[in-house]
């Protein structure tokens, strides 16, 4: 069992930066592949941003390559997410993810632990 909180969210102008933190319980954290996915009202949650288990391996989607990072501190049981040049169209609630496997999972229905979400809304 895996318990995710995150946090971090908030009100940012465009242009602007952010960075979510995601606190996971449980002493099996670092055999997990960790995501970031966000959905924005009226549409379909999707992955932002994703990293293995083992250090290394990340993925992005391509709509915030270049501008986003994820990391992980496994002696903290945290995964972040860098969110620098922030858009409008970033907007959305933003909710980290815990799945197992040795591959880094694309999909929503792949992970099992989920996180209450948090929002990130970025001004004009």
């Known amino acids: 069992q895996v318990q995710l909180v995150e946090s971090g969210g908030g009100l940012v102008q465009a242009g602007g930066s952010l960075r979510l933190s995601c606190a996971a319980s449980?002493?099996?954290?670092?055999?997990?592949?960790m995501g970031w996915f966000r959905q924005a009202p009226g549409k379909e949650r999707e992955l932002v941003a994703a990293?293995?288990?083992?250090?290394?391996?990340?993925y992005y989607a391509d709509s915030v390559k270049g501008r986003f990072t994820i990391s992980r501190d496994n002696a903290k049981n945290t995964v972040y997410l860098q969110m620098n040049s922030l858009k409008p169209e970033d907007t959305a609630v933003y909710y980290c993810?815990?799945?197992?496997?040795?591959?880094?999972?694309?999909?929503?229905?792949?992970?099992?632990?989920w996180g209450q979400g948090t929002q990130v809304t970025v001004s004009s």
């Open positions: 990293i293995s288990w083992s250090p290394g391996n990340t």
């Open positions: 449980g002493r099996t954290f670092s055999s997990y592949n």
């Open positions: 993810a815990a799945a197992s496997g040795i591959a880094t999972p694309k999909f929503d229905y792949e992970y099992t632990y």
